[in-house]
């Protein structure tokens, strides 16, 4: 199981950009990439998927580079909304087990 | 996207009786569920991995005689509390997936907040 490692937590103002790292040296080849956001008391919300390279949706960007031992959640302008918990999970099908790290707290201050 | 349905979102219940959780994946087949449970400002830990039709895989630490899991069908799974007590009082939460390909995601349910008094 690829273990991933984040920062504890992270502080921002509204309107910034704000990138958010974590490493997973031991990915497999057939791994995935997975960043989750997570409020109080809610189930994680998926966020962006990516394998290799770059992935971007309405909401995030996700970079991988070539080794993909590490991936960067990019988060453009955030708001004070944005302030949450936010995973980065490493998985591949076949029902193998998902396992949580600690997760990056993201403060967002007006 | 996926929707995952959890039901209780919360619960209270005395101390020494069970409590059920469901868990269904609306709009497709899960083939694996996962279940965890979250103490506060913590992260999620693994309980137990259930496939559907077969028993589930627990992890080290968890109680399989006191967390009974059943995966009947592939829209439905539950967690069932028994002879609850107060430190079994946390935030349990499932997810699934249709684990069909390899980059499937996993959605999750929106957590049911157990209290045992």
């Known amino acids: 199981l690829a273990k991933t490692t984040q920062p504890i937590s992270m502080d921002s103002y509204e309107g910034q950009e704000v990138n958010i790292t974590c490493s997973h040296n031991n990915i497999a080849t057939n791994d995935y990439i997975t960043w989750y956001q997570q409020f109080p008391s809610q189930g994680p919300r998926f966020i962006i998927q990516g394998y290799k390279t770059k992935v971007t949706n309405e909401v995030a960007s996700l970079f991988i580079p070539a080794d993909r031992k590490s991936s960067t959640l990019s988060l453009p302008r955030v708001s004070l909304s944005d302030t949450a918990v936010y995973y980065c999970l490493v998985r591949n099908t076949g029902g193998f087990k998902t396992i949580f790290g600690a997760g990056t707290r993201l403060f967002v201050k007006a | ?117």
């Open chain 2, 1 to 117: 996207g996926a929707v995952v349905s959890q039901h209780p979102s919360w619960v209270i219940c005395k101390s020494g009786t069970s409590v059920k959780i469901e868990c269904r994946s609306l709009d497709f087949q899960a083939t694996t569920m996962f279940w965890y449970r979250q103490f506060p400002k913590q992260s999620l830990m693994l309980m137990a991995t259930s496939n559907e039709g077969s028993k589930a895989t627990y992890e080290q630490g968890v109680e399989k005689d006191k967390f009974l899991i059943n995966h009947a069908s592939l829209t439905l799974s539950t967690l069932t509390v028994t002879s609850a007590h107060p430190e079994d009082s946390s935030f349990y939460i499932c997810s699934a997936s249709g684990d069909r390909e390899a980059n499937e995601k996993l959605f999750f349910g929106s957590g049911t907040q157990l209290s045992v008094l």
